[in-house]
């Protein structure tokens, strides 16, 4: 039986909004101090898209960095994943979008929302469609979302953590060793309502009442969201290292969510990566959702951090619940 491709990450990209927002603007409308944000959360400011920019926009604009990084025209893609819990519309598909603005007509596209873990998810997914057709596939996988439209500035719980932005991945053969080692994806359905988004879906349409009462706004927990990942997320990253054979000692670089660095901070001696280089942006970027993982892989790249054969561990957890972790065997150049 042939040996199936290897598949891996030819190219990143990524794209923040140009309008920079201060922790002092957030907290006027919050009713917290900038100090109380920056001490809570370890955020210093983070971008909000224009009012002329959807999800979409974000989207493409990093794609299109991704595809110029990987020497990839997009006319060769075959598949566009978009992992974002805040589309441009409910239907169709922001991949669709996407794929018109990039001009990708040969490629399927579809959207999955895993909320801040989707970009794992959606990174997995891709990855096994590339590697059925064989070693002429190539893939692009994007997280984007634009938060500051589905935030209520008055609550401090959630507006002071939130930002948007887009990163993207392109997949496609690698050389052998290289590329994805391996998942482990996880959903805990009976968490559902602790980070959700109430009203305008099936189960409350849009109404004057919905309206009113604020249900259109992203809500959580998050006390209790972070509570949960700090217990779960290194029982999750245990289960993919055991299920490969991987000491933690060889991992070289952790890309985790960028959720709220002084949470991550709580996370990471339970871990146990000891060589590993942490890579955090939130302090700049603050929580892009499903996009974070995508733009801290991104940032780092373009810094020169990853070095041939080097092993990056991906992680993101959200809304769902779910919990999403990847190992990524880096290739450099082609």
């Given at each position: 039986?042939?040996?199936?491709?290897?598949?891996?990450?030819?190219?990143?990209?990524?794209?923040?909004?140009?309008?920079?927002?201060?922790?002092?603007?957030?907290?006027?409308?919050?009713?917290?101090?900038?100090?109380?944000?920056?001490?809570?959360?370890?955020?210093?400011?983070?971008?909000y898209?224009?009012?002329?920019?959807?999800?979409?926009?974000?989207?493409?604009?990093?794609?299109?960095?991704?595809?110029?990084?990987?020497?990839?025209?997009?006319?060769?893609?075959?598949?566009?994943?978009?992992?974002?819990?805040?589309?441009?519309?409910?239907?169709?598909?922001?991949?669709?979008?996407?794929?018109?603005q990039?001009?990708?007509?040969?490629?399927?596209?579809?959207?999955?929302?895993s909320?801040?873990?989707?970009?794992?998810?959606?990174?997995?997914?891709?990855?096994?469609?590339?590697?059925?057709?064989?070693?002429?596939?190539?893939?692009?996988?994007?997280?984007?979302?634009?938060?500051?439209?589905?935030i209520?500035?008055?609550?401090?719980?959630?507006?002071?953590?939130?930002?948007?932005?887009?990163?993207?991945?392109?997949?496609?053969?690698?050389?052998?060793?290289?590329g994805?080692?391996?998942?482990?994806?996880?959903?805990?359905?009976?968490?559902?309502?602790?980070?959700?988004?109430?009203?305008?879906?099936?189960?409350?349409?849009?109404?004057?009442?919905?309206?009113?009462?604020?249900?259109?706004?992203?809500?959580?927990?998050?006390?209790a969201?972070?509570?949960?990942?700090?217990?779960?997320?290194?029982?999750?990253?245990?289960?993919?290292?055991?299920?490969?054979?991987?000491?933690?000692?060889?991992?070289?670089?952790?890309?985790?969510?960028?959720?709220?660095?002084?949470?991550?901070?709580?996370?990471?001696?339970?871990?146990?990566?000891?060589?590993?280089?942490?890579?955090?942006?939130?302090?700049?970027?603050?929580?892009?959702?499903?996009a974070?993982?995508?733009?801290?892989?991104?940032?780092?790249?373009?810094?020169?951090?990853?070095?041939?054969?080097e092993?990056?561990?991906?992680?993101?957890?959200?809304?769902?619940?779910?919990f999403?972790?990847?190992?990524?065997?880096?290739?450099?150049?082609?």
């Open positions: 039986m042939e040996a199936q491709t290897a598949i891996g990450i030819l190219g990143t990209g990524s794209y923040l909004p140009a309008e920079t927002v201060s922790n002092q603007v957030v907290a006027e409308r919050a009713g917290v101090t900038a100090e109380w944000i920056q001490t809570k959360t370890d955020i210093r400011s983070r971008r898209a224009a009012e002329h920019e959807a999800t979409s926009d974000l989207a493409a604009a990093a794609a299109r960095a991704a595809l110029a990084a990987a020497g990839i025209a997009a006319g060769q893609l075959k598949w566009i994943v978009v992992a974002t819990s805040t589309p441009d519309h409910p239907q169709p598909a922001t991949a669709c979008l996407v794929q018109a990039i001009g990708a007509h040969a490629a399927a596209a579809f959207d999955i929302n909320v801040c873990s989707g970009f794992v998810f959606a990174l997995v997914t891709a990855a096994r469609l590339v590697a059925a057709d064989g070693a002429d596939s190539y893939g692009l996988v994007i997280g984007a979302d634009v938060y500051s439209r589905i209520d500035p008055t609550d401090r719980r959630t507006a002071i953590l939130f930002g948007d932005g887009a990163g993207a991945v392109v997949l496609g053969p690698v050389r052998p060793g290289h994805l080692v391996g998942a482990h994806l996880r959903s805990d359905g009976e968490l559902h309502d602790m980070v959700h988004v109430p009203a305008g879906g099936s189960r409350e349409p849009a109404s004057e009442k919905t309206v009113a009462d604020r249900r259109h706004y992203f809500q959580m927990k998050g006390r969201v972070s509570d949960y990942v700090l217990s779960e997320l290194p029982k999750v990253v245990r289960t993919l290292l055991d299920a490969h054979d991987v000491a933690p000692a060889e991992v070289d670089h952790f890309i985790p969510h960028q959720a709220n660095g002084v949470m991550l901070r709580k996370v990471l001696p339970g871990l146990g990566l000891p060589r590993a280089q942490v890579h955090l942006m939130v302090a700049e970027h603050g929580n892009t959702g499903a974070s993982v995508a733009v801290a892989l991104d940032v780092a790249n373009r810094q020169g951090a990853f070095r041939d054969g092993l990056l561990l991906l992680a993101g957890f959200g809304g769902g619940i779910s999403g972790a990847a190992l990524v065997r880096w290739q450099a150049g082609r």
